[in-house]
C-alpha cells in the first residue's frame, strides 16, 4: 500500500461522519441522565477508542473522569487471534467506582470478556459497556453492552479511529477496505 494517500485503500463508506455524530450524541445524552450524581469514570480501549472516546466525552453533560488501558488483541492483520494482554494499565484505581468501558467496536467479544473480568477484580461499584460500533453475527462470547451504538455487517473496517496495520485511524468516517 503506497504511504501518502489516505483514501487509496478505501472500498466505500459503511456509516458516515454525520450519523456517527448524531448516535454519539444520543449515547453521551444517555449517559449523561444514566449517571447523574454517580462517579463515573470513563475507560477508553486504546488506541481504537481515541476517536470515539474524544466525541462522547463532549456530549456528557455530567463530570466524568478519563483514563486509558491497552489491550492488545490483533496483530496487523484482520483476523482475532483470540489472545489478549494488557500493554498499558489503568492509572487511577477504580475500587469503588462506576466504570464505563469506551470501545470502537465489538466483534468476537472476547477482548471485552477479558478486560471486565480483570476490572471486576478491583472491586468497581460497577462495570458497563458503551461502543461506537458492533459486528454482532461475529459474537463468539456473549457480552452484555449496555450503550450500544450502530451495528454493522461483518466487513474489516477502517476509520473514526479504527486501523488496519496501524494506518487509517484518522478517517473521518466509517469505511470499508478494498481487498488487497
Ligand atoms: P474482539 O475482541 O474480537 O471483540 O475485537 C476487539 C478489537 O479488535 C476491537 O475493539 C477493535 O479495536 C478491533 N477490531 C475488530 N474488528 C475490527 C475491524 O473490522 N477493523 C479494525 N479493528 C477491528
Ligand atoms: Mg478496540
Known amino acids: 500500500m503506497t504511504k501518502g494517500d489516505l483514501m487509496s485503500g478505501i472500498d466505500k463508506i459503511l456509516v458516515s461522519r454525520e450519523e456517527i455524530s448524531k448516535k454519539v450524541k444520543e449515547l453521551g445524552e444517555r449517559i ?3 449517571y447523574k450524581g454517580q462517579d463515573l469514570l470513563l475507560v477508553g480501549v486504546l488506541k481504537g477508542a481515541v476517536v470515539f472516546m474524544a466525541d462522547l ?3 456528557i453533560t455530567i463530570p466524568v473522569e478519563v ?3 491497552s489491550v492488545s488483541s490483533y ?4 483476523d482475532s487471534t483470540g489472545i489478549v494482554k494488557i500493554v498499558k ?8 467506582r462506576h466504570v464505563l468501558i469506551v470501545e470502537d467496536l465489538i466483534d468476537t467479544g472476547l477482548t471485552l470478556q477479558h ?3 480483570l476490572l471486576a477484580t478491583r472491586e468497581p461499584l460497577s462495570v458497563k459497556v458503551c461502543t461506537i460500533f458492533d459486528k454482532p453475527t461475529r459474537r463468539i462470547v456473549d457480552v452484555p453492552i449496555e450503550y ?3 451495528s454493522i455487517p461483518n466487513y474489516f473496517v477502517i476509520g473514526y479511529g479504527l486501523d488496519y496495520a496501524g494506518e487509517y485511524r484518522n478517517l473521518p468516517d466509517l469505511c470499508t477496505m478494498k481487498q488487497i
Not at 496483530?75 to 484482520?78: A, E, R
Not at 494499565?89 to 469503588?96: A, F, Q
Request: avoid cysteine; charged fraction near 40%; charge should be negative.
Open 57 to 59: 466525552l463532549r456530549e
Open 32 to 34: 449523561s441522565k444514566d
Open 89 to 96: 494499565d489503568l492509572d487511577v484505581n477504580i475500587k469503588d
Open 115 to 117: 478486560l471486565k473480568e
Open 148 to 150: 450500544n451504538g450502530i
Open 67 to 69: 483514563d486509558m488501558i
Open 75 to 78: 496483530g496487523s492483520g484482520t
